[in-house]
């Protein structure tokens, strides 16, 4: 069974740094990227950015890039969502998702999500 | 601001049939495949389609997907109170170089 287990609710002050983890069971971990999506309080859905675990090259969206970093260890199956200095408008919920890829472009299995949570 | 545009709202009765658009344009919908997710109150979201029209296994045939041109359309039939959630399509685009998702729709089974 395909599963994505993320790890668990964070709550941190402005400023702080924080990573956050997802691992993957159940599938070739380096067969599919990883995606992070952002969903702030009452709002929709955001695409963070990818990872290619067998190589871990990542790109991100332009509302991200140099925002956060996403990377993964293909040696214990888990990928990752750091930030360096968190603002308050970081709160959300993060999930990751398996990319199915190729010329598909759908996210076929989603993490649980994290609560991260920002205040002062 | 969403690249791709939904209603904010759809609503309809049990058993009743309804459906949710998602605009888009030419480098995103209508070079690429669109996917569409349920997110139910409180949870991660879901696939429902994908490939514009293909439902994943154990996705009942009351769900169903197409796409013309730059638009695509989820459409549920035999609307279920259970039905009530959030619906979001998403698709690459080829000019950010990003995945992208809608902006949601809310359906609420009346």
């Known amino acids: 069974e395909v599963q994505l287990v993320q790890s668990g609710a964070e709550v941190k002050k402005p400023g702080e740094s924080l990573r956050i983890s997802c691992k993957g069971s159940g599938y070739s971990f380096t067969n599919y990227w990883i995606t992070w999506v952002r969903q702030m309080p009452g709002k929709g859905l955001e695409w963070m950015g990818r990872n290619d675990p067998s190589d871990s090259y990542s790109n991100y969206s332009p509302s991200f890039q140099g925002h956060v970093t996403i990377s993964a260890d293909k040696s214990i199956s888990t990928a990752y969502l750091q930030w360096s200095s968190l603002k308050a408008s970081d709160t959300a919920i993060y999930y990751c998702?398996?990319?199915?890829?190729?010329?598909?472009?759908?996210?076929?299995?989603w993490g649980q999500g994290t609560l991260v949570t920002v205040s002062s | 601001q969403s690249v791709l545009t939904q209603p904010p709202s759809v609503s309809a009765a049990p058993g009743q049939k309804v459906t949710i658009s998602c605009s888009g344009g030419?480098?995103?919908?209508?070079?690429?495949?669109v996917s569409w997710y349920q997110q139910l109150p409180g949870t991660a979201p879901k696939l429902l389609i994908y490939?514009?029209?293909k439902r994943p296994s154990g996705i009942p045939d009351r769900f169903s997907g197409s796409k013309s041109g730059t638009s695509a359309t989820l459409g549920i039939t035999g609307l279920q109170t259970g039905d009530e959630a959030d619906y979001y399509c998403g698709t690459w685009d080829g000019s950010l170089s990003a995945g992208i998702f809608g902006g949601g729709t809310k359906l609420t089974v009346l």
């Open positions: 030419s480098f995103n919908i209508e070079n690429n495949y």
């Open positions: 998702a398996r990319l199915y890829g190729g010329d598909s472009y759908y996210f076929d299995y």
């Open positions: 490939d514009n029209n």
